[in-house]
């Protein structure tokens, strides 16, 4: 059985900056891309950032240079270091990967940016 489980969401204000954590559990983990989607309230999922099996790495225009994905294979994690946030930054958070013919979606975690 599949299952991510997210965390390090929060309240922070804006300029600072959180980590998320995505552990993966029943996959192979160092063979899936690993994604980062996040939702603000009234709209659709985006693509925040995701990491390749390889290590390779694509982020959205949004978030470039302010947002860091990485992985670590031995510990089954992905993260998502979160830097300067600001207010249209907020919503749930949710690690994904696609795997065995569909994709997996954690549970999610809450990051507000506000003052």
């Known amino acids: 059985q599949v299952q991510l489980v997210e965390s390090g969401g929060g309240l922070v204000q804006p300029g600072e900056s959180l980590r998320l954590s995505c552990h993966a559990s029943?996959?192979?983990?160092?063979?899936?891309?690993m994604d980062w989607y996040r939702q603000a309230p009234g709209k659709q999922r985006e693509l925040v950032a995701a990491i390749a099996s390889d290590g390779n790495t694509t982020y959205a225009v949004s978030v470039k240079g302010r947002f860091t994905i990485s992985r670590d294979n031995t510990r089954r994690r992905t993260y998502l270091q979160m830097s300067d946030l600001n207010a249209d930054d907020t919503g749930a958070y949710y690690c994904?990967?696609?795997?065995?013919?569909?994709?997996?979606w954690g549970q999610g975690t809450q990051v507000t940016v506000s003052s």
């Open positions: 994904s990967t696609a795997a065995r013919g569909r994709v997996f």
């Open positions: 029943g996959i192979v983990f160092n063979l899936y891309r």
